[in-house]
């Protein structure tokens, strides 16, 4: 995903792009339900993959995200360079978009589970961490 930050005073104020990776941490108590084939999960890794390819990765990957503080002439410019500009209420910076990333996660989850954390990379040693414990 692309992403410029709005009158930054660096190099990201250029629009730039991340191979964001993600993690997504849940909590919930495993299904104990001796012989049914999903016994012992929490959630089937396979729903929870569905789950945030299908709100997350298909919906930010390949966009550019900007911050809604930009002109608008400047906003219409971009979106005649890409079909997928993302226009926030915030500054895109990894602390911002994974806070996103959670308000998104966190009405798409099943009743049974809850985030317990999320990790978003913006490169391989530079990431933000989200915790359920500090937003309740
Ligand atoms: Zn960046």
């Given amino acids: 995903m692309a992403h410029t930050l709005y009158e930054y005073d660096g190099l990201c104020r250029n629009i730039h792009g991340h191979s964001y990776n993600l993690e997504v941490t849940l909590t919930g108590v495993p299904r104990n339900e001796p012989g049914h084939p999903k016994d012992g999960m929490v959630l089937d890794f396979s729903d929870l993959k569905e789950i945030v390819k299908s709100k997350i990765v ?4 390949h966009s550019l995200m900007v911050n809604n503080r930009i ?66």
């Fill in 58 to 61: 298909n919906r930010f990957d």
């Fill in 71 to 136: 002109p608008d002439s400047q906003k219409e410019l971009l979106r005649k360079t890409t079909e997928r500009m993302i226009v926030v209420d915030f500054q895109p910076t990894s602390e911002n978009i994974v806070a996103y990333i959670a308000e998104i996660l966190q009405q798409h989850l099943p009743e049974n589970v809850s985030l317990f954390s999320i990790r978003l990379y913006e490169t391989v040693t530079a990431f933000a961490e989200w915790f359920a414990s500090d937003n309740q």
